[in-house]
């Protein structure tokens, strides 16, 4: 059943939108592309978000909010855990991560990953990532970061995900889940007109505005 035959936001059988956003997702990755295409499937799934949005303020237009230092935060955070493969959701004014970290292949690491699964939970579980959380990481982030005006590496996580906050900052639209794999990525968002957007696109087709992004950076510090 598509994801917008639900019941009204009243009724028991209610989906919030955060939950109907991965419905959605699911869903469109379970069709094919010229059913995606379909013109009177685009106008259901674009009413029905926008009708169940306007009813529920914790997925408003946040304005203000930079997505590049958010998601550059978040992404050393999920670098230090060796979290590559992962979803991603911006729930109100908290991001939500479920992922499992890469397995090393070492004998000695596998068995201080065991450990470390039987002490805490946090790697099996969402991590869940606030405001003050990302201050934090920021601050911690500052005091390691390199000054030098070198070309980063684009295929480190922090700036990866950095590129594509800047994405979302330049577009002015609304994130709402991101689906990152090895080598594609998947981004639903909002754009500034309150419209659902859906995007599958290679990790490699973000790398000239990363160096465009650099580049302007590198221009505003010098002045």
Request: with cysteine; proline share 5%; charged share 30%.
């Amino acid at each position: 059943m598509p994801p917008w035959q639900l019941g009204d936001i009243d009724d028991p059988t209610y989906v919030s939108p955060q939950l109907l956003s991965r419905k959605l997702t699911a869903w469109l990755l379970s069709i094919k592309p010229q059913n995606v295409m379909n013109a009177i499937d685009l106008c259901a799934i674009r009413a029905e978000i926008n009708r169940r949005a306007s009813r529920d303020p914790r997925i408003s237009m946040q304005n203000g909010k930079s997505y590049d230092q958010q998601l550059r935060n978040i992404g050393q955070s999920l670098e230090a855990q060796r979290i590559i493969v992962f979803e991603l959701s911006h729930q109100g004014e908290r991001f939500v991560v479920k992922g499992e970290p890469e397995k090393e292949s070492s004998l000695l690491a596998t068995l201080r990953n065991w450990q470390k699964r039987r002490r805490s939970e946090g790697l099996n579980t969402s991590l869940s990532f606030t405001g003050p959380d990302i201050d934090e990481l920021d601050r911690q982030g500052r005091a390691n970061r390199s000054q030098t005006n070198r070309l980063p590496d684009f295929y480190r996580l922090p700036n990866t995900l950095r590129t594509l906050g800047s994405y979302l900052d330049l577009k002015g639209a609304q994130l709402l889940e991101i689906h990152k794999r090895q080598l594609s990525i998947t981004i639903l968002s909002r754009n500034k007109d309150g419209h659902p957007e859906y995007e599958e696109r290679t990790i490699a087709s973000f790398y000239n505005l990363f160096v465009r992004m650099h580049e302007r950076r590198g221009k505003l510090q010098s002045r």
